[in-house]
């Protein structure tokens, strides 16, 4: 029997939602950040490869997607800091029997924007976009991805054939951006009904043909709510900036030791200043020299610079997985990331230094942070 | 109407009321697992996406026993379910629970 340890959450508190292999997990800490009390595991037993915090319209809701390899995956949720959870009778994410399509794994929660507090999206393996406009209790596969004329050359990377990154446009209301491993990042102008590939200027090292208009392995796209058409992207090899909401794109990995990595994140108040962790290579999915460094830059990609303080320099046969980075909004900003072996990191200014906050989790593939409103208690 | 007897899995009890063996009336004779199966879901509909994907197959990480053999053997959903045979839906040993 599997003993959940549960947390009490107050205002002001930072939040962490740890998604492992075996289930998920909430750290807690003060807004000092200086020690973390960790809850869980929640859905013991399930991988949970998506999290995410919905605090729109008064919530404070977790939604998780919990995947058991026999059973399927559902969306789950919780109001309640992870003391209770839904529990759906029927499957809440499905494809369409005519799709001859049948869902494996979620891999992406995102809620959708302020102005529309019903709307929720999900991106799915294999790959596909989903959204809800009733809070999460029904979901509908956009057809325009769903009958792509792509998606028959789309073809599965390592982790599946998923679409994994979902950006919604905070000004433009039906622009929306997607990455699909390996399909490249797809937008639509239209809130869904049509997509365009938007891959010009990326690289497919995998490809006889090195920038094909579809079928790059993008592994996370971030931008800033105040720039949305400033994009940055993290590919299988290759770091990039787009300054016209993706119609084109230029290499930015000036000064990384490998332009190989997973995750990325960007700060909440600086648009040019964009966190990620170089691994070694694709076969080698390790930091380069075993040294474990976040790469930062501050000028939209220019320039990085190595940030190391408190992290292991030695041994570090870490491998951090698309998700599992996060930055809070708080000043200075925390920033978050946890490994395969289950450590997770993390620096309270800006990424300047960093210590090991918990270990011994399991094989960790997503963290987000959360600043609990201060006008929130424990439900 | 053939009556079988299902053997419900630990992970599936709480969408039976807690039940692990569970005697359904399929309404025809000599039915077919599917057949056997749909009665099942009308009871209790929360198994059927637990065990079938939404193209109606059986997840390939569970298997369905009718008496010892697995389906996977004897035809699928189209296996044969004889009057009073035992159902056992079993997670396969690609996971593993003790309590299952």
Not at chain 1, 82 to 96: L, S
Not at chain 1, 130 to 157: E, Q, V, Y
Request: charged share 20%; hydrophobic share 40%.
């Amino acid at each position: 029997m599997v003993t959940t340890r549960a947390i009490t959450v107050k205002g002001g508190d930072v939040v962490l939602l740890v998604g492992t292999l075996k289930g998920a997990f909430l750290l807690r800490a003060p807004a000092t950040r200086a020690t973390w009390e960790v809850g869980g595991p929640y859905l013991a037993g399930r991988a949970v490869y998506a999290l995410a915090h919905d605090g729109r319209a008064g919530r404070a809701r977790i939604w998780a997607s919990a995947a058991s390899m026999h059973w399927g995956a559902v969306l789950v949720s919780t109001d309640d800091w992870g003391r209770t959870w839904t529990d759906p009778q029927e499957a809440n994410v499905k494809f369409p029997v005519e799709s001859g399509l049948a869902l494996k794994q979620i891999w992406q929660i995102t809620p959708g924007r302020a102005a529309e507090p019903d709307t929720l999206y999900c991106g799915v393996e294999p790959a596909a976009l989903f959204r809800s406009t009733d809070g999460g209790r029904t979901w509908n596969a956009l057809s325009g991805l769903l009958d792509h004329p792509h998606r028959p050359r789309w073809t599965p990377g390592g982790g599946g054939l998923c679409l994994h990154t979902i950006v919604l446009d905070p000004v433009r209301a039906s622009r929306i951006w997607v990455g699909v491993s390996t399909g490249g990042v797809y937008r639509t102008d239209d809130g869904g009904r049509t997509w365009k590939a938007r891959n010009v200027g990326i690289r497919a090292e995998f490809l006889p043909e090195k920038y094909p208009e579809f079928g790059q392995c993008v592994h996370k796209v971030v931008h800033h709510a105040e720039r949305p058409a400033t994009l940055f992207l993290q590919n299988h090899w290759g770091l990039y900036r787009s300054d016209d909401a993706g119609d084109s794109w230029q290499d930015v990995a000036h000064g990384v030791p490998s332009d190989f990595g997973f995750p990325m994140a960007i700060h909440p108040r600086e648009p040019d200043t964009v966190y990620v962790l170089p691994l070694e290579s694709d076969t080698f999915r390790c930091p380069p020299g075993a040294k474990l460094r976040v790469y930062r830059t501050r000028n939209g990609g220019r320039s990085w610079q190595p940030q190391s303080r408190g992290l292991p320099q030695q041994g570090a046969y870490e491998t951090i997985l698309r998700d599992a980075m996060a930055t809070d909004t708080l000043d200075p900003v925390g920033v978050y990331f946890a490994t395969r072996n289950g450590k997770l990191f993390a620096s309270r200014d800006g990424g300047s230094s960093w210590r090991l906050a918990v270990e011994g989790l399991p094989p960790v593939v997503c963290v987000r942070a959360v600043v609990v409103d201060r006008a929130s208690r424990q439900r | 109407m053939t009556r079988v007897t299902f053997l419900i899995p630990a992970a599936l009890q709480p969408l039976t009321e807690g039940r692990s063996r569970l005697h359904v009336d399929v309404p025809r004779g000599a039915p077919s697992l599917g057949e056997a199966l749909d009665a099942l879901w009308a009871l209790y509909p929360g198994v059927r996406d637990r065990v079938l994907t939404e193209q109606g197959d059986v997840r390939p990480h569970v298997n369905v026993f009718v008496g010892t053999e697995s389906s996977r053997w004897s035809g699928g959903l189209a296996t044969p379910v004889p009057d009073g045979a035992e159902i056992s839906i079993l997670p396969a040993v690609s996971g593993g629970r003790r309590d299952t």
